[in-house]
């Protein structure tokens, strides 16, 4: 996927998900260069959306990347489908697992983030 092909992705989805969602919602994503490229960045300033970007090869601030390890764990041990059905079928039967502990860590990261911006990436505590 380029950048191209993420605007769509954002265009398809983001937005309306966003505007459903109290609490002044931000947006988190990687240092990926189809996230972090020019077309990107305007498009996300255009539609308002709020976002921050993390830190380069940090998965403690970035819970998307617990849950891709998860995921590809969860398909090598369980699921290992053959065709996209069964690829979807595993998807959504994985997203039932995401239980309250991985919730509450994502939720954590509200009081991380923003000791870790003021120490500029340094030691923070946490």
Same mark, same amino acid.
């Given at each position: 996927?380029?950048?191209?092909?993420?605007?769509?992705?954002?265009?398809?989805?983001?937005?309306?998900?966003?505007?459903?969602?109290?609490?002044?919602?931000?947006?988190?994503?990687?240092?990926?260069?189809?996230?972090?490229?020019?077309?990107?960045?305007?498009?996300?300033?255009?539609?308002?959306?709020?976002?921050?970007?993390?830190?380069?090869?940090?998965?403690?601030?970035?819970?998307i990347e617990n849950l891709w390890h998860e995921l590809k764990d969860y398909f090598c041990? #369980?699921? +290992?489908? %053959?065709?996209?059905?069964? =690829?979807?079928?595993?998807?959504? $039967?994985?997203?039932?697992?995401?239980? #309250?502990? +991985?919730? %509450?860590?994502?939720?954590? =990261?509200?009081?991380?983030?923003? $000791?870790?911006?003021?120490?500029?990436?340094?030691?923070?505590?946490?």
């Open positions: 996927m380029n950048a191209a092909g993420f605007i769509e992705v954002l265009t398809g989805g983001l937005i309306l998900y966003l505007t459903n969602i109290d609490n002044n919602p931000r947006f988190m994503q990687d240092n990926d260069p189809k996230h972090a490229s020019k077309i990107a960045k305007n498009w996300l300033e255009r539609n308002n959306v709020t976002w921050w970007k993390t830190p380069a090869k940090c998965p403690d601030l970035n819970p041990r #369980v699921v +290992k489908p %053959k065709t996209k059905s069964e =690829l979807v079928y595993g998807i959504l $039967k994985f997203w039932g697992t995401v239980d #309250v502990p +991985k919730s %509450k860590y994502i939720r954590h =990261l509200k009081k991380v983030v923003p $000791k870790e911006i003021e120490a500029n990436g340094g030691p923070t505590g946490y």
